[in-house]
């Protein structure tokens, strides 16, 4: 069955197992996109400050639903960007676990860190990660702490985990998405 609508592809492949991350923001982009569920198309969310862009492309989980209301973020880690709603299937590496704080209201805002998986050969491009460099998530926590900073808001990580407990996370958050789910008011990158 072909499935139309990205808010119903699942966040893990059935078949393969890997991520399906849709892309919002490719990697080197100041203007950050927002996927409309409503229209099925992504808008134009707000550009990010001068000499701020996104170093890895960054998108979201499909058919999941975190703490702050939207689906769960997800970056992938690739040394070309992708586009606006590209779907990548990926190797989760991990998570950043992280609390984001806006108008005094705190909810988890989590990241989720991978790498893309080529069609034909069904492994990461040469060269990728195979685990996650804490050294690397520490320069995309830092990243999300200046970039929330600079909006007024605080972002705080809790720890950074592997894939294990990122799968975990993954999960609760596909078992948020099911339908009967109250959502929550969304609090953005």
Known sequence: MTESNISHIQPFDRESGYLNVIIETPMGSRNKFK??????LFMFDKALPIGQTFAFDFGFLPSTLGEDGDPLDALVL????????????????GVIEAEQTVEGETTRNDRFISVPIEAKSQKPPEGSMDTLDLIVAGNIAKF??????LQGRK?????????????????EGAANAKPGKKKIRSAGA
């Open 35 to 40: 996927y409309n569920e409503k229209h099925g």
């Open 78 to 93: 690739t040394s070309e960007p992708s586009f606006v709603g590209c779907l990548v299937p990926a190797k989760l590496l």
């Open 144 to 149: 999300f702490i200046v970039y929330n900073d």
């Open 155 to 171: 972002f705080k990580v809790l720890r950074i985990s592997g894939p294990d407990r990122a799968t975990q996370l993954i999960k």
